[in-house]
């Protein structure tokens, strides 16, 4: 659709606007009445309407409400009270198109010069579990509207949708006289948008994960986010960054409380996320330790401590400066072990209060609390920039069980080389592709990441599984007697016959090359027992 076309030609736009009447409807009352009462001494009128105007009345403030300005009552239970002619042509009126100024005058039509908007608090009844009529009832119509058209006509309007700005919009009119300029209702106007979109893209977010059906492609899809944090710098300290929560509330690092340590980095909060979503994939106590956000070593047990320690084992070079991921309460004995070695972030569902002191002892520590741990089943798309678009796609949810495995080879895999294989597999798929991980008792022994070749991470994890043993004073590589996990299919034999050369006796892997047959036969070879999963888990 083309813009309509205009009789008058626009003069530049005027840089000082004076403010003469404001419509202010909030929700969010912070603030209210003594900025009101400021723009009052400017001898601004106020419209109100609703729960704002009983508030501004109560607060001895004159007001003209928006029904009496209109001629109209509000009904619909209010879903209509601004959604009017007036207050509409009030907003969107050009003062310097000759058009408008008549047809404000044949309709009597007064001018709003600003408007105060915050939007019916939608996140927050989600958040808080309400049913979904009440969802519903809570998606603001009009709201969004004025904020639009005062956005839109932001050369003559000054558009507020938060409490926070109303010290400097008191400051700008303080400054000229009872107005306000263009640099500001610019800057207003631009804060504006970028509110309506996000709320609208919470709604369809909302929306499309309350359906039953799964997801789709949609022909058009929104993202949104509100800034918690910006931050020093991005990967680079030559690139700038910031942290934004999307309103999901998903347990993680967006959400989590930090209770002690210097500022979270970019790579602090992309290695903690990768370390926590690993974790919360088992139901055991468990610890990851992550670097680069590859892990350096994973590991379940009985207790905590013990997890942690098998998990250091792994790499005790690499896990230098990581982060360490706990899907359990983060205990005093834990913690004092953890301490020995120095770390950037550890992250926990809790921490128990005589682990507190201890921590605290290592002040520049980033120790964070989330409450709960993020459901590694959920369904939610998952985003990426590309020159000129995005690539969306649903994160990773998949989990491979004993009933998914097909074993191929003439040897049965026995009970203990069967849970290994499937604790490996499920690290696998937090490993950067390609992906192996040697396995050996609940705990990672070797794990090679993100290389060209399926062989080479085949070799590095060997090696490293070598020299995780020179480190634990121990006769031979902690490969030997392991199982390894392959997180896409071996496309020759090569890399399992390096597996085979490190020692492991049994692998799982996705299958599907053309070369399977080959590959199993090296397996049967050599005795070794090997399962399919029939699902790969490329990381990139």
Not at 408 to 434: C, I, M, Q, Y
Request: net charge negative.
């Amino acid at each position: 659709m083309t813009a309509p076309s205009r009789k008058t030609a626009h003069v530049a736009s005027p840089d000082l606007v004076p403010v003469k009447r404001v419509l202010i409807s909030v929700s969010d009352k912070t603030g209210l009445t003594a900025f009101a009462t400021a723009l009052t001494a400017h001898g601004v009128e106020v419209l109100s309407t609703g729960g704002t105007a009983k508030a501004l009345r109560e607060a001895g403030i004159a007001i003209k409400d928006v029904s009496e300005w209109t001629g109209f009552p509000e009904i619909m239970d209010g879903r209509v009270k601004t959604l009017h002619p007036k207050v509409h042509g009030g907003i969107l009126a050009r003062r310097d198109e000759d058009s408008h100024l008549t047809a404000m005058k044949d309709h009597e039509i007064g001018g709003i010069d600003m408007v105060v908007v915050s939007l019916y608090p939608f996140e927050e009844t989600v958040a808080g579990g309400a049913d979904f009529s009440t969802c519903i009832e809570n998606i603001d119509i009009g709201g969004p509207a004025m904020i639009r058209a005062s956005a839109k006509n932001h050369d003559f309007v000054t558009i507020i949708t938060s409490a926070t700005d109303y010290d400097a919009v008191l400051e700008n009119l303080n400054a000229h006289n009872g107005s306000t300029t263009l640099a500001l209702r610019r800057s207003l106007a631009a804060k504006a948008f970028a509110l309506t979109s996000y709320y609208d893209s919470r709604i369809a977010q909302w929306l499309r994960d309350s359906r039953e059906e799964p997801a789709d492609t949609p022909a058009h899809i929104t993202f949104g986010g509100t800034l918690k944090q910006t931050l020093r710098y991005g990967e680079n300290p030559h690139q700038t960054a910031a942290l934004y929560v999307d309103g999901s509330n998903r347990p993680g690092v967006a959400t989590a409380t930090q209770i002690q340590g210097k500022e979270l980095s970019y790579n602090n909060l992309n290695d903690t996320d990768a370390a926590y979503e690993l974790v919360a994939e088992f139901a055991e106590p468990t610890v990851a330790i992550i670097k680069h956000a590859n892990p350096c070593g994973v590991a379940s047990a009985s207790t905590m401590i013990a997890a942690y320690q098998l998990a250091l084992r792994c790499d005790p070079v690499s896990a230098f400066g990581g982060i360490i991921a706990l899907n359990r309460t983060l205990d005093a004995a834990t913690a004092a072990e953890i301490t020995k070695v120095f770390s950037e972030v550890i992250i926990a569902p809790a921490i128990d209060d005589d682990a507190l002191p201890i921590l605290a002892k290592k002040a520049n520590v980033r120790v964070l609390v989330t409450g709960a741990l993020p459901d590694p089943a959920t369904r939610r798309l998952t985003l990426r920039p590309v020159a000129g678009g995005l690539l969306v796609q649903d994160r990773d949810f998949g989990c491979i069980r004993k009933t998914d495995l097909k074993v191929v080879t003439k040897r049965a895999p026995t009970e203990k080389e069967l849970a290994d294989l499937l604790f490996a597999f499920r690290v696998g798929k937090h490993v950067k592709s390609n992906a192996i991980v040697y396995a050996r008792d609940g705990a990672t022994v070797g794990i090679g990441a993100g290389q060209m070749s399926r062989v080479d991470s085949c070799r590095i994890a060997a090696w490293k599984a070598g020299e995780a043993a020179k480190a634990a004073h121990l006769s031979e590589s902690l490969a030997k007697g392991s199982v390894v996990a392959s997180d896409a299919f071996f496309p020759f034999a090569d890399g399992l016959l390096a597996a085979i050369e490190a020692g492991a006796t049994a692998v799982i892997q996705p299958g599907g090359s053309i070369r399977d047959e080959d590959v199993i036969a090296a397996a049967d070879a050599h005795n070794l027992s090997m399962v399919l999963t029939g699902m790969r888990h490329f990381r990139h």
